[in-house]
T-cell receptor, first 111, second 110 residues
Framework: DAGITQSPRHKVTETGTPVTLRCHQT?????MYWYRQDPGHGLRLIHYSYGVKDTDKGEVSDGYSVSRSKTEDFLLTLESATSSQTSVYFC??????????FGEGSWLTVV | RKEVEQDPGPFNVPEGATVAFNCTYS??????FFWYRQDCRKEPKLLMS???SGNEDGRFTAQLNRASQYISLLIRDSKLSDSATYLC???????????FGKGTTLSVSS
């Protein structure tokens, strides 16, 4: 157990509304990541963070923003949700041994 | 060429079979290599790291060929519980985000 909690785990929202997903970790890891996973595309990096207030874009960052005001929390915000953002979102942390561990995922449906 | 490529399968094998998955990566400077396992509607979980010398964990053997930029996973004596999607994963450099292949689906039947 890598001490990663994602919330909400499931959400249905309407097109055009803002949505925030939260990733919380309890082990003081420096690096945190948000991925999305879709059929035919696999896991794709949205944004990542290498410390408090230090973030950078990943492969599919358009339409998403992130914030990390404290070590334990990494927030992913969809500014104005679209149907193409219907997906499962995984938070991950970078741990020793050059490996990463994932949270249980947040299933988002935009209708 | 995609950064990490895998045969998507599905691989359908009977219990007890030996099955091998292959993966190629494009960045010759990649530093770390892994196989992850993902069950349906679950998060990916680390199965094993892959080293140049090869490594084994029970029925699972992983190999890395840096010259050919190729990674493999061998599963011997397949069990029903091995049914899952296997993800090949590469780290371009330490601390950076991992790059995932799209996964290979394995279905083991009795």
């Amino acid at each position: 157990d890598a001490g990663i909690t994602q919330s909400p785990r499931h959400k249905v929202t309407e097109t055009g509304t803002p949505v925030t997903l939260r990733c919380h970790q309890t082990e003081n890891h420096r690096y945190m990541y948000w991925y999305r996973q879709d059929p035919g595309h696999g896991l794709r990096l949205i944004h990542y963070s290498y410390g408090v207030k230090d973030t950078d874009k990943g492969e599919v960052s358009d339409g998403y923003s992130v914030s990390r005001s404290k070590t334990e929390d990494f927030l992913l915000t969809l500014e104005s949700a679209t149907s193409s953002q219907t997906s499962v979102y995984f938070c991950a942390i970078y741990s020793t041994g050059d490996t990463i561990y994932f949270g249980e995922g947040s299933w988002l449906t935009v209708v | 060429r995609k950064e990490v490529e895998q045969d998507p399968g599905p691989f359908n094998v009977p219990e007890g079979a030996t099955v091998a998955f292959n993966c190629t990566y494009s960045n010759s400077a990649s530093q770390s290599f892994f196989w992850y396992r993902q069950d349906c509607r679950k998060e990916p979980k680390l199965l094993m790291s892959v080293y140049s010398s090869g490594n084994e964990d029970g029925r699972f053997t992983a190999q890395l060929n840096r010259a050919s930029q190729y990674i493999s996973l061998l599963i011997r004596d397949s069990k029903l519980s091995d049914s899952a999607t296997y993800l090949c994963v590469v780290t371009p450099q330490a601390g950076t985000a991992l790059i995932f292949g799209k996964g290979t689906t394995l279905s083991v039947s009795s």
